[in-house]
């Protein structure tokens, strides 16, 4: 049976242990080094890249007691990344499988580092193999592939989901989950939990099944000029009214955008600001953290309102093309936004919340020292 060299997240055991579908303990496992060889960081992903590398030495594990089973299943997750086996001589003597990337596949940027991965993508990556292990044996490896960049943006939603604020006052009981049927993966997922659930009078419920749309964590930011007293809205083609059949299938909201792997909501903010509107924000406001439709989808809101500079000028076409993003931006006096409010016609609930925080807050930001004088009245 042969035995596998593994220099990089593979030597995470709780990741390894996702991937082989069972635990580690019956695996025998020693250092060693694979010779004339280096693992570097890639520009594309937080994972490695090997290469011949003269006199350098990758530094890994020799994993015996592999099954066929074990090998299938590696293969399909390391071919996801564009890996394919080679069978090497190791420093000890011994011969051991390695993963190779396609040539010309990654681009390196410098050394890599198992501990600084853990730390910083541990958590994510495992995340994110469960739901790539679920497809084993449904999918092909280049069909995974593709929706993997959606797949990491779900696993980083719930990393985030470790730290929520919210819950205070609320039950922590007991939730057995039997299992997740993966009904639909594309950009978005629908999922179906097989569940039961602590009630409130100590007593587990029947086995319930409850279909979630899976998206990702989202950040909102409001621009606000507390200067001229007036806020930049976004207008934009929205699926969700064009799927219901409203009548107005063009909506008028916050600037709005997913919060990448790695990155911060207020960040994720910011990157938006410039996308969506070319504006840069000189500050984030936080306004909630909120869950778009808590029944039924995982989406999760930061919303912020961002103070900024907005003379008449600002206003435009913008969005990222390699999106198919095509966005209007207009300016609204802060009076002409709480009686798009107050007559209801503003169907975007992030736009709501924001517009209410900042009619609460408005006195507030407008006593800051001024970025820029008015150039209207």
């Not at 029944?295 to 919303?303: P, V």
């Not at 507030?364 to 001024?370: G, K, V």
Request: aromatic share 10%; proline share 5%.
């Amino acid at each position: 049976m042969a035995a596998l060299f593994f220099y990089g997240t593979l030597r995470h055991i709780p990741l390894l242990e996702i991937v082989l579908g069972h635990r580690f303990g019956d695996l025998r496992v020693t250092d060693d080094r694979l010779g004339d060889h280096a693992v570097l960081a890639v520009a594309e992903g937080p994972f490695p890249f090997i290469e011949a590398a003269v006199g350098q030495f990758a530094t890994g594990v020799r994993v015996e007691g592999l099954t066929g089973r074990d090998i299938e299943r590696l293969n399909f997750y390391e071919g996801s990344f564009a890996y394919d086996l080679r069978e090497m001589e190791l420093v000890s003597g011994q011969m051991a499988l390695v993963y190779f990337a396609h040539a010309d596949r990654w681009s390196t940027i410098g050394p890599w580092s198992l501990e600084q991965w853990q730390a910083e993508w541990g958590d994510l990556s495992c995340f994110a193999a469960i739901e790539v292990m679920d497809y084993f044996g449904k999918y092909s490896v280049d069909q995974v592939a593709r929706m993997f960049p959606m797949i990491r943006t779900r696993a980083a939603a719930m990393v985030n989901a470790q730290h929520s604020r919210h819950g205070g006052g609320t039950l922590h009981g007991r939730v057995d989950v039997d299992r997740i049927d993966r009904v639909y993966t594309n950009y978005f997922a629908l999922n179906e939990y097989h569940l039961s659930h602590e009630r409130f009078d100590g007593t587990m419920s029947n086995m319930l099944e409850r279909a979630v749309f899976v998206a990702s964590d989202a950040a909102l930011v409001l621009p606000y000029d507390p200067q001229r007293d007036r806020v930049l809205l976004v207008e934009q083609l929205r699926m969700g009214p064009v799927a219901r059949g409203d009548r107005s299938v063009w909506q008028m909201e916050p600037i709005a955008g997913r919060v990448d792997p790695g990155e911060t909501p207020a960040a994720a903010a910011h990157r938006e600001a410039a996308e969506e509107a070319g504006i840069s924000l000189q500050s984030l406001e936080p306004v909630a953290e909120v869950y778009a439709s808590p029944g039924d989808s995982t989406e999760f809101f930061y919303i912020y309102v961002g103070l900024t500079d907005l003379p008449d000028t600002v206003t435009g076409v913008n969005g990222l093309a390699s999106e198919a993003e095509d966005i209007r931006s207009h300016l609204f006096s802060f009076a002409a936004l709480m009686d798009l409010v107050d007559r209801q016609e503003a169907a975007n609930s992030p736009l709501v919340i924001a517009a209410y925080w900042l009619a609460r807050h408005r006195e507030r930001l407008r006593l800051r020292p001024p970025g820029a004088k008015p150039d209207v009245t």
